[in-house]
């Protein structure tokens, strides 16, 4: 049993609740049982969550993402339309 380990409110009453039916130790050592395991769940949840900066840079990165393939859409729109001209002005001579 750690000396060190301080319980919370909800601890200590999940605490009471235990002690009358297992005893003073096996409580505490239930109790610090499920609170560790409680904690290292925590810790794995923390690794695969985003935090709010983490949403910030990817709503950074989908605008810039956009912006760039919305530059080469008018840039392939200009091409296929002067492309388009030049057949359509070049296509009758051809036929002739």
Known sequence: MNSDY????S???LYDLLKSKLGNREA???VEFV?????EK?????LVLATKEDIKN????????FK??????IVLMMGFSSLILALVKFLPLVNA
């Open 68 to 73: 760039d393939q919305l530059k080469w859409l």
């Open 28 to 30: 505490r050592a239930l």
């Open 11 to 13: 601890q200590i009453e």
């Open 35 to 39: 609170s560790d395991s409680v904690s």
């Open 6 to 9: 301080v319980m919370n409110i």
């Open 42 to 46: 925590m810790q794995e949840h923390k």
């Open 58 to 65: 990817l709503e950074v990165r989908i605008e810039s993402s």
